[in-house]
């Protein structure tokens, strides 16, 4: 009759059990030792006594998002290039960022660190605003045509935004 595996819940190890390992640790004991007071695997004892040894912390690493692969100072000059200019895209930034470093940076880097120091992506401004003179010409046009019913029928506007849901529209957007 072969025997069965008996399977253990996973459960996290707690705070309480990561400052009791250190503590045990710090104290001499071996992971052995630690282990069978605890009541933890041995390789999760010696990884949290690594850890607190390395960086001088047992929490538990977030693994939401992959590592940041730029610096600081990559960030300032990525945000100093869309400020000074404000017609550049990202991906002209991030050629100019690998020229620099000579390691690849992709645009989504890019947006992100312009996001987070307050930039936000706007198309380029292609008309010019009205002048006073432009509103009060108008504001007479509309004044002459107000009593139209039918004839609005006619009409077709075409300073309307374009608005595509379906694909990418392929409109260059600048910082």
């Given at each position: 009759?072969?025997?069965?595996?008996?399977?253990?819940?996973?459960?996290?190890?707690?705070?309480?059990?990561?400052?009791?390992?250190?503590?045990?640790?710090?104290?001499?004991?071996?992971?052995?030792?630690?282990?069978?007071?605890?009541?933890?695997?041995?390789?999760?004892?010696?990884?949290?006594?690594?850890?607190?040894?390395?960086?001088?912390?047992?929490?538990?690493?977030g693994r939401?998002?992959?590592?940041?692969?730029?610096?600081?100072?990559?960030?300032?000059?990525?945000?100093?290039?869309?400020?000074?200019?404000?017609?550049?895209?990202?991906?002209?930034?991030?050629?100019?960022?690998?020229?620099?470093?000579?390691?690849?940076?992709?645009?989504?880097?890019?947006?992100?660190?312009?996001?987070?120091?307050?930039?936000?992506?706007?198309?380029?401004?292609?008309?010019?605003?009205?002048?006073?003179?432009?509103?009060?010409?108008?504001?007479?046009?509309?004044?002459?045509?107000?009593?139209w019913v039918?004839?609005?029928?006619?009409?077709?506007?075409?300073?309307?935004?374009?608005?595509?849901?379906?694909?990418?529209?392929?409109?260059?957007?600048?910082?």
């Open positions: 009759m072969s025997r069965k595996k008996q399977r253990s819940t996973f459960n996290q190890v707690s705070e309480f059990d990561r400052g009791r390992i250190v503590a045990y640790r710090d104290c001499g004991l071996s992971f052995r030792e630690i282990d069978s007071r605890v009541g933890r695997n041995q390789t999760t004892v010696m990884r949290i006594c690594d850890r607190w040894m390395q960086e001088g912390m047992t929490d538990r690493r939401s998002h992959p590592p940041q692969c730029t610096t600081s100072r990559e960030d300032s000059r990525i945000v100093r290039m869309a400020v000074t200019d404000r017609s550049v895209t990202l991906r002209t930034v991030a050629q100019h960022i690998e020229s620099v470093t000579y390691h690849s940076v992709y645009a989504r880097t890019n947006r992100r660190c312009l996001q987070q120091s307050g930039l936000s992506a706007r198309r380029p401004l292609l008309g010019l605003p009205l002048t006073q003179n432009h509103r009060r010409l108008r504001r007479q046009w509309c004044d002459e045509r107000r009593m039918a004839e609005w029928n006619e009409v077709i506007f075409t300073d309307e935004s374009r608005i595509c849901l379906q694909h990418h529209d392929g409109r260059i957007r600048v910082w």
